[in-house]
């Protein structure tokens, strides 16, 4: 291990809307030199397996978790859950709910984009989907790939998919408050993800982060991306202003976004800060 540890706690595989498996996930980390990595699919645990099998392998650490969708206003917010219990019936049963709404919406906006002249079928969709993943928009996009109407996902975010676009449909998702309490109630830890990302519309409100907060929320991802040096200070000021933990990670998607792994990391601090009020149910890996 370096001197430092690179942290990385939030990336996606093919078990969501990555493009590398799980285990190209971890290779690709250990080429990055990262020492901690954090897998965080969309709504599922789907990727974990595997993952823990190539960390083993590989010789990384391993932070299992998830990003979960949740529904605020007419925006989605994401939260990162660690180290939760894949066995909790609360928090799956919610996830698999919100993995049953995601396909159904997929569908509609499949149908949308279709009758609007647009060349794609729902079938050519699942096909892009891993089987037993978590659908959602890049696997649209991925489909405009395959048959070769784009070049980037970016291109069909920009003309069909954003939150804006006649096409879009919701698809069910829990309140963030709601979602904090299931990460904590099945032993995790839970994380706002890029609090305030411009690109979805409506951003989350101080208020907001304060109930998430009373609900157990443990920390904020402040450095991303999606942050500028106005985010990143507004962030940082909340969390000190709750005693809120501060992390940064890259939120890699293989090539599917430009986000490159460990462009930004979290302090080994904030990361044993984290590991340890994780219940020990799924503990992290390490060799
Ligand atoms: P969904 O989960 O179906 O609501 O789709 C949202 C996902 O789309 C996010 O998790 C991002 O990974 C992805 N996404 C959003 N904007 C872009 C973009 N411009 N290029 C590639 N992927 C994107
Ligand atoms: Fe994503
Ligand atoms: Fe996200
Ligand atoms: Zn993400």
Redesign the pocket.
Known sequence: MSAVPVIDLHT?STA??GTDTPTELVIAAREASIDVLGITD?DTVAGWAEAEAAARDHGLALVRGI?I?TTWHHG?I?LLGYLTDPHDVDLMGELAKARES?AKR?ERMVALMADDGIPITYDEVLDQVAPGA?????HI?DALIANGTIR???E???EW?TNESPYYVK?YSPHPVRACELVRGAGGVPVLAHPFTR?RGETVTDALVEEMYAAGLAGLEAFHRDHGPSEVERALALARRLGLLVTGAS?Y?GV??HNRLAEYTTAPEVFASIESQASAATPVVRR
């Open positions: 996606h969501s809307d969309h990003e969708s989605s994401h995601r997929l978590t659908p959602g928009r890049p996009a980037h996902r970016d069909a975010f920009r998919l698809h690109t939120d998607h599917g976004k």
